[in-house]
């Protein structure tokens, strides 16, 4: 192959073909990446070679034979560099490189590449900082460096992508300040900037910010009060501000995030009474003020139906009732100042009135329901019964569940990704990604992230049921919908009908 690489590269295409120039500049970076070629050189090949790869690399060209898209993901290529021959790519519109361990600095002339829309150089090693002329990048949509060893500041430029609707720049060692230049991010719903050193008050221009969805500003030195209008975030889901040193008091116009779901104030000196127009954000499931100075939660809370998780601990000024919604996972509260009225909580906590409640017996009425439910799905329920018999039960993967297919043969061998739902393979016959956990090693993975952050809405559990992983229904009871996973059923979490 190497010899085959020397005698070919550099060779012209004569008479009319396309010229195969791109194709070229990539079999270059490849051979410095030590990757092998399977291309014919000297040809536009490469731009349908990727289904021939050993590698999970994709390539796609235009009609032109120029090349648009290049992903090359977990490679391990131990001390190499984002090559600058990358640059040379002119019409790219994703190039994503995560996961290869490049070191070295970002280079410049990747701003330089002005159809790019998709750049994802996240897990690995890279140091420097972030190119001054970044806005350049003026198609960009998605930029994602995270987990890298960048350094420096956000900036100015970064904030003049208007076309931006993803940034990702957590897990880094970036400091300074927050540049006025955010208003110019119109389109932004996504913003990660956690896991940082970043300091100073949030700029008034993040109030400009109205597309947000999902907020990350956790683990940071952020200061400053939340006391401008907070309700311009209409569309705001997810917010974490955890680990910070904000403080004052926390504006009553929370009320008008409507779309709220996920809410994290912890690890700061917020004080006060945490207002209660909280109740309108009705589809909160998570809340965390914990680590603070609030001086009283309110008694709307209840009207939260969907709350799965609240924590109010080591808030030393905290005293009186907390009144919750039935059936609240997870509960935190350890100061003795605090106790629960109204509203259950499926861990076991302090009740105020109640002292029979102290042990809420989960076992009990997991019986009760569970003879009620078995009528309903009877036939269904007996069948699987049996299943549940034999002991040596099929442990398929659990993808089948989200409908790809499970790796089979080769395809077990090598992990090409792995996320939070597990570890997934390459089927290059097939050509699609398929499932290498199994379902037990996953659900069990799940059945731990649900029950300590227990914003699933996983009503099953109180039933004896796990919760299940995908959102296929089965059968409905009065208790809800039920799905089958694994031979098993399990309770379909309400984050399926959101
Ligand atoms: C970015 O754009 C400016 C203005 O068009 C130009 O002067 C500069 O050279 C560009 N930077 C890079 C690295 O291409
Ligand atoms: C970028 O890569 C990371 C790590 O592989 C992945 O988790 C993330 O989803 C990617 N981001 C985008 C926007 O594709
Ligand atoms: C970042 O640098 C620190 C020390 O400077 C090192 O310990 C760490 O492994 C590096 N992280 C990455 C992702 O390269």
Known sequence: MLFNILLLSGLTILGGVVSAQDCNTLSEIFLDYGIDVYWNLGTNDCCTAYKDFEYPVIINCNQNNEIIKIHITNLYLENKRINEKFCKFNELISLELMNNGLMGEIPSCITSLTSLEYLNLSDNALTGSIP????????????????????????????????????????????????????????????????????????????????????????????????????????????????NKFEGKIPSSIGFLQNLEWLSLAGNKFTGDFPSNIAKSKYLVYLDLSNNKFSSVPTALKRLAYLGYIDVS???????????????????????????????????????????????????????????????????????????????????????????????????????????????????????????????EISKKYSVLSNAAANNGCWSLKEGYNCCIGCAVYAITDEGSWGVENGKWCGIPSYCSL
């Open 132 to 243: 001054m002329d970044i806005e350049n990048l003026s198609s960009l949509k998605e930029l994602t460096l995270s987990k890298n060893n960048l350094t420096g500041e956000f900036p100015e430029s970064l904030g003049n992508i208007g076309s931006l609707t993803g940034l990702f720049i957590d897990s880094n060692q970036l400091s300074g300040e927050l540049p006025h230049s955010l208003d110019n991010l119109f389109s932004i719903k996504s913003f990660d900037v956690s896991d940082n050193q970043f300091s100073g008050d949030l700029p008034e221009e993040f109030y400009n910010m109205y597309t947000l969805e999902h907020g990350y500003f956790n683990n940071n030195k952020f200061t400053g009060r939340l006391d401008r209008d907070i309700g311009v975030f209409s569309v705001l889901s997810e917010l974490d501000l955890t680990n």
């Open 314 to 440: 080591n808030n030393p000024n905290l005293k009186g009732e907390l009144h919750l919604a039935d059936e609240v996972e997870s509960c935190y509260m350890d100061t003795n100042n605090v106790c629960v009225e109204g509203g259950v909580c499926q861990n076991k906590v302090r009740y105020c009135s109640n002292p029979d409640n102290n042990d809420f017996d989960l076992e009990a009425e997991a019986e009760e329901e569970e003879a009620g439910f078995e009528d309903v799905a009877k036939d269904d329920a007996d069948e699987l019964e049996e299943d549940e018999g034999d002991e040596s039960d099929d442990d398929t993967c659990w993808v089948s569940v989200h409908g790809y297919p499970c790796c089979e043969g080769e395809s077990l061998e090598k992990v090409y990704a792995e996320d939070v739902d597990g570890k997934w393979g390459y089927d290059f016959v097939k050509k699609t990604w398929c499932g290498i956990s199994t379902y037990s």
